[in-house]
């Protein structure tokens, strides 16, 4: 069973986000407070549910919940800043979007910088913890997919529409063969044998 709270704060906000280790797209993230009396028992870690329950829970999880924002950060700026701070970006700028404002975070993971000094605590594993954290990664995660279907009917050949812009065989197999696009992390090793360059 997952935890309401993490602090005493009412206005407490969980933040996640997915497509860390992609190829292809965006890093999305999401940041939710819910209320005292939420509720809902297939909530969980994205990553332990179905497609079809992530699909289920989503609009649940907008109509329950007090405040929710979601944002993309794009290749370019992945490229640019790099993928940890990406994705810190990521779960901020969804952070400031709330209203009414959060008056604590709760962050999936063990990586985060303050924003706007309002007091947090990262949490491993929190998605399979915190019903905030958990519903932020079922969110980050349906809008995430939706995001790579769109683009899929852009670049077809790269099947993103199933494998997301994970490093699958077929992905890498589809960048070798057509090359990459303005959707592709070029800071990343999008093949095995591409020399890997020490920072």
């Known amino acids: 069973?997952?935890?309401?709270r993490y602090s005493d704060f009412n206005l407490e906000c969980g933040t996640d986000e997915a497509g860390r280790g992609c190829l292809a797209g965006p890093v999305t993230a999401a940041a939710v407070i819910l209320p005292?009396?939420?509720?809902?028992?297939?909530?969980n870690d994205s990553k332990q549910l179905s497609e079809k329950v992530r699909e289920k829970l989503k609009p649940l999880i907008e109509v329950k919940a007090m405040?929710?924002?979601?944002?993309?950060?794009?290749?370019?700026?992945?490229?640019?800043?790099?993928?940890?701070?990406?994705?810190?970006?990521?779960?901020?700028?969804?952070?400031?979007?709330?209203?009414p404002k959060p008056l604590y975070i709760i962050v999936d993971g063990n990586r985060?910088?303050?924003i706007n000094s309002i007091p947090y605590s990262t949490i491993i594993k929190g998605d399979s913890k915190y019903m905030s954290i958990?519903?932020?990664?079922?969110?980050a995660k349906t809008y995430r997919d939706e995001y790579m279907n769109i683009i899929h009917e852009e670049f077809p050949m790269y099947n993103w529409k199933q494998n997301k812009?994970?490093?699958?065989?077929?992905h890498r197999e589809?960048?070798?063969?057509?090359?990459?696009t303005k959707y592709h992390r070029m800071s990343?090793?999008?093949?095995?044998?591409?020399?890997?360059?020490?920072?």
Request: aromatic residues 8%; without cysteine.
């Open 67 to 99: 405040t929710f924002a979601v944002t993309h950060i794009e290749p370019k700026i992945i490229d640019k800043i790099n993928i940890l701070n990406a994705s810190i970006k990521a779960m901020q700028e969804s952070i400031v979007k709330l209203d």
């Open 36 to 43: 005292e009396d939420f509720k809902m028992d297939l909530l």
């Open 134 to 139: 958990a519903a932020a990664s079922v969110l």
């Open 188 to 199: 990343f090793r999008l093949l095995p044998e591409q020399l890997k360059l020490e920072i």
């Open 112 to 114: 985060f910088k303050p």
């Open 174 to 180: 589809a960048i070798r063969k057509y090359g990459t």
């Open 165 to 170: 812009g994970y490093p699958t065989k077929e």
């Open 1 to 4: 069973m997952l935890n309401l």
